[in-house]
């Protein structure tokens, strides 16, 4: 169970992160969405962020994939977050988020 909020203790660091509204869980070396998310990633889905507000997911089932890398403090930076989920909605209206073929 993910907490609801990761509240910073450095805030020039890294602003408190909400928890996402949909079921997630962890993996090995992925942060997993658990539920298919209109329009963007495919349940099962891994991706991971870094301090300075750099992003990557891999949607094995879509064949999808993204990185989003910045140099920008403190991490979790709202219009960095909302250039994440443009930029990530685009992808997959561009590539028509098609299952690759078997």
Known sequence: QLPEQARS???ALSNDVPGLPV???W???FHLTQTDL???RSKGSGGWSGLFNS???IDRHKGVGGVLMT???PFFDMPVVQTLVGFEMAVYRQVGAAVPAA
């Open 9 to 11: 203790f450095e805030p």
């Open 23 to 25: 079921p997630q869980n």
């Open 27 to 29: 993996g090995l070396g």
């Open 38 to 40: 209109p329009g963007m």
């Open 55 to 57: 992003f990557y997911w």
């Open 71 to 73: 140099q920008l403090l």
